[in-house]
């Protein structure tokens, strides 16, 4: 089974199967062998990925090793695979205050002489006599 890569531009690619499109990603390979796996194919099955217009095979693996991982890159240490976990694992928890939750909180809008009056200086007529010269 090969996926084929084609550059989307910004680092991303887009992963096909054949004629199907699987994915537009910055990871295609990982991508689409993570669509592949919920779609039922089992995991032992071997995927290649190549470049769009060559034979050469650019990497492979299985579809659960390559479903499971994801490249990381950074300026100082260069692309590494490392383990991929869902967004759901990685999504901050939210902490909402004690004020927050409170239903009948009150609250007021500014006072007209609270607000700062904030002049364009696009707009010099409404200067009057101090417009800048």
């Not at 490249?71 to 976990?85: C, F, I, N, S």
């Not at 939750?101 to 007209?112: F, G, S």
Request: some cysteine; hydrophobic content about 35%; proline content about 8%.
């Amino acid at each position: 089974m090969n996926i084929a890569i084609r550059p989307l531009g910004r680092g991303r690619f887009a992963a096909s199967l054949g004629q199907r499109l699987l994915c537009k990603s910055k990871t295609p390979f990982s991508t689409a062998a993570r669509i592949l796996q919920a779609e039922g194919v089992p995991d032992d099955t071997p995927i290649t990925m190549s470049h769009e217009g060559s034979s050469a095979v650019a990497m492979w693996s299985t579809v659960s090793e390559a479903a499971g991982k994801i490249v990381h890159e950074t300026d100082e240490e260069g692309p590494k695979l490392k383990r991929y976990r869902s967004m759901s694992n990685q999504m901050p928890r939210q902490r909402v205050r004690h004020d927050a939750r409170t239903p009948n909180m009150k609250r007021e809008a500014p006072r007209a002489g609270q607000v700062p009056i904030q002049l364009s200086f696009f707009q010099p007529h409404l200067f009057g006599d101090h417009a800048p010269h």
